[in-house]
């Protein structure tokens, strides 16, 4: 399974931006879906997660009520709409994929990553 991350760049406080991860590889049904970020110095930490019927998301309290996870199955397509951004959102974004996370805010239950984009805002 492959998955590779999209959309990042440079935008200043109060930008949106909308980050992509495209899945190949897998039946993409199968998988909750979710983003990490890390940012210099600090471990990796969990931001938003979907299931696969795209019923339940989970986000991180930090980013509540400013981002949105989605994704389109026929597309294999997750999504990430980050509006309001603010300097301390400013990490290396990760897509993450897992069969049956029991846990899914930590990156050990997660079987697949991509890349990574760079996310960078400036104040």
């Known amino acids: 399974v492959q998955l590779v991350e999209s959309g990042g760049g440079l935008v200043q406080a109060g930008d949106s931006l909308k980050v992509s991860c495209a899945v190949s590889?897998?039946?993409?049904?199968?998988?909750?879906m979710a983003w990490f970020r890390q940012a210099p110095g600090k471990e990796r930490e969990f931001v938003a997660g979907?299931?696969?019927?795209?019923?339940?998301?989970f986000y991180a309290d930090s980013v509540k009520g400013r981002f949105t996870i989605s994704r389109v199955n026929a597309k294999n397509t997750v999504y990430l709409q980050m509006n309001n951004l603010q300097p301390e959102d400013t990490a290396v974004y990760y897509c993450?994929?897992?069969?049956?996370?029991?846990?899914?805010?930590?990156?050990?239950?997660?079987?697949?990553w991509g890349q990574g984009t760079q996310v960078t805002v400036s104040s």
């Open positions: 590889g897998g039946t993409f049904i199968l998988y909750f």
């Open positions: 993450a994929a897992g069969r049956q996370p029991t846990s899914n805010i930590l990156p050990r239950e997660y079987d697949y």
């Open positions: 979907i299931s696969w019927s795209e019923v339940n998301t």
